[in-house]
């Protein structure tokens, strides 16, 4: 079974400021990781995905993440976060097998203060 | 192109009614999931569909639930004698393939 922690729920900051939001994961078998953000009464959009190759990935909006399989983290990433930025952000994970289902984690609330 | 749709938006009901939500996908997308997002938490696999191939109902909480895809095309999830916890976000995604779900708004469904 897969499992997903996101270790803080919420993550307050100033605008212009670095952020990073943690990302932890268990599996018994390879994955592909995927950061999710969803703003205030919209779906889910796709902000970046780890399926295989460079452990670095980039993704929209200047978000990046880091894939440590020895610390199976997969840590999100933006180095100056701008008022817009406000939203609820999910990690997952899917190990493929017959269904490619998501195991997401509980959120974390980011709020960017001005 | 027109990304994934759901209806209605909202639905109020009360305790023990049936309700039916609709999700339709991006077209040409074989695969099809349903999620369920309590307040609070992340998002619950309830159903995928994929092709014609018999659908993957692992997740769905209990017998009250049920949800049907005609083709590749739209689908419904049905919630039979609906009860309080059944409150949430029903959210429903499509996929071409292994490496990407697209989401749709979702139907928030409150039941009284």
């Known amino acids: 079974a897969q499992s997903v922690t996101q270790l803080d729920s919420q993550v307050p900051v100033f605008e212009e400021a670095p952020v990073e939001l943690r990302c932890n994961y268990s599996?018994?078998?390879?994955?592909?990781l995927f950061w999710y953000v969803q703003y205030p009464n919209q779906g889910l959009q796709l902000l970046l995905k780890y399926l295989s190759g460079s452990t670095l990935v980039k993704g929209i909006n200047g978000f990046e993440a880091e894939f440590n399989k020895s610390q199976t983290s997969f840590h999100l990433r933006k180095p100056s976060v701008h008022i817009s930025d406000t939203a609820e952000y999910f990690c997952?994970?899917?190990?493929?097998?017959?269904?490619?289902?998501?195991?997401f984690g509980k959120g974390t609330l980011l709020t960017v203060n001005p | 192109g027109a990304g994934v749709s759901q209806s209605p938006s909202n639905k109020v009901t009360e305790k023990g009614k049936d309700v039916e939500l609709r999700c339709d996908p991006i077209?040409?997308?074989?695969?099809l999931y349903w999620y369920r997002q309590r307040l609070g938490q992340g998002l619950e696999f309830l159903i995928y569909?994929?092709?014609?191939?018999?659908?993957?109902k692992s997740g769905l909480p209990s017998d009250r639930f049920s949800a049907e895809r005609t083709g590749e095309s739209v689908s419904t999830l049905t919630i039979q004698r609906t009860q309080q916890e059944d409150s949430a976000v029903y959210l429903c995604?499509?996929?071409?393939?292994?490496?990407?779900?697209?989401f749709g708004p979702g139907t928030r469904l409150t039941v009284l």
């Open positions: 995604a499509s996929s071409p393939s292994y490496n990407e779900q697209f």
């Open positions: 599996s018994s078998v390879s994955v592909y």
């Open positions: 997952a994970v899917t190990s493929g097998g017959s269904n490619y289902k998501l195991t």
């Open positions: 077209s040409g997308h074989t695969a």
């Open positions: 569909f994929q092709g014609n191939s018999a659908p993957d």
